[in-house]
């Protein structure tokens, strides 16, 4: 799921008992494996999709201690005898991080404490950090400054004191390796993961969702998934759009993503370029929502100029739409050779590459049928092994 899409994961989910002290007896050679999975309690974004496919996949051979500002709604996503749900009971960053997660890790005897973006610097033991990636430090002018200082000497401190460190992509692990001077041997790539209702979609659901969808976009249009920020480069796929629209190719470009720190400076650039008419803006959607923009797209634009991962190409691609991606950072090595990269700051090349897509038949199906077989890599089942092998490394 995409960072605009709503919390789809709450719906129709009946809350088991909640599960609050620790079991008496631990299965031989299991390890107690605490998690930080706070995120899961905000609005729904890329990262809290990505850690909630990522747990629900967590092998039962195991105890899972999960952290978070609510667990009664963090039950309700991971139920069973495997998970324990602790309360986070303060929220600033640093005093949690920093001086809480190392007294909890060791209040409750975990193997291993795993952490998003950065962690403590000392007092836990078996410390895994997931860095998704060091955008913030190699492409300032996209990143919020507020914070950005404190990130950069944390994600430094924590990363060397973490036992391993996790990315979501060979690219992302370059860059940390040369940002925070880690070696090779303690970064373990462990892609983001498709959940169950990406692999195994529901078509009713889907057609219900289209139904209602269908009066508020144009008839014919390109997609661009993504938080309304620098990077996504949607004044540029607004351009594309235009001039495919020109064509007689599309009627106008649906962005679908929430608001974010550059969405006024966007907006105002769509005005001032005449492209503001074109662009249909949408958030919050569900699942089957988003899905269904997918299935009717005539394309996916996936033009950022900066991603860790990028899970909208992935999702399209699930959905049988065909993907004209950025040649940059960490999208090709997503993308493989199901989508057509271009540079995403030439518009000429984009929209030359964008007709290729539309006008020729063979070129989509290849796409299309590419895209399906791409798809097959990045499963639940096998990033949860991925990142038990990661654990095992933490306590070894």
Known sequence: MSESSSAPWREGITPPRLRTSPTRYRLCHSMRIGIDVHVLNGP?????????????????????????????????????????????????????????????????????????????????????????????????????????????????????????ITTVSEYSKGRIMERFGVPADRISVVPNALGPRWTAPDPRAIAAAWTRLAPRVPHRFALSVGRLDPRKNFPLAARVTRELRRLNLVDGLVVVGREDFGAAAIRREWRADGTADLVVHLADLTVPELQAL???????????????????????????????ASNRTAIPEVCGDAALLVD???????????????EDGAVRERLVDRGRQRVERYTGDRAAQQMLDVYRRAMS
């Open 44 to 164: 729904a974004q890329g990262t809290a999709t990505v850690w909630l496919n990522l747990v629900a996949h967590l092998p039962p051979t195991h105890e899972y201690w999960l952290y978070s500002f609510d667990p009664t709604e963090t039950a309700r996503l991971f139920p069973g005898p495997r998970f324990v749900h602790r309360r986070i009971p303060i929220r600033q960053p640093h005093v949690r991080i920093q001086l809480l997660y190392p007294w909890l890790s060791r209040r409750d005897r975990c193997d291993v404490f795993h952490v998003n973006y950065y962690g403590p610097v000392v007092g836990v033991r078996g410390l895994v950090v997931t860095i998704h990636d060091v955008i913030y430090l190699d492409f300032p002018q996209y990143a919020p400054s507020t914070g950005r200082r404190a990130m950069a000497v944390f994600g430094r401190a924590s990363a060397r004191a973490a036992r391993r």
């Open 294 to 324: 997918y299935a009717h797209a005539r394309c996916l634009l996936a033009l950022s100029l900066a991603e860790g991962f990028g899970m909208p190409v992935l999702e399209a691609m699930a959905m049988g739409t065909p993907v004209v």
């Open 344 to 358: 995403p700051t030439d518009e000429d090349a984009v929209v030359s590459t964008a007709r290729t897509v539309l």
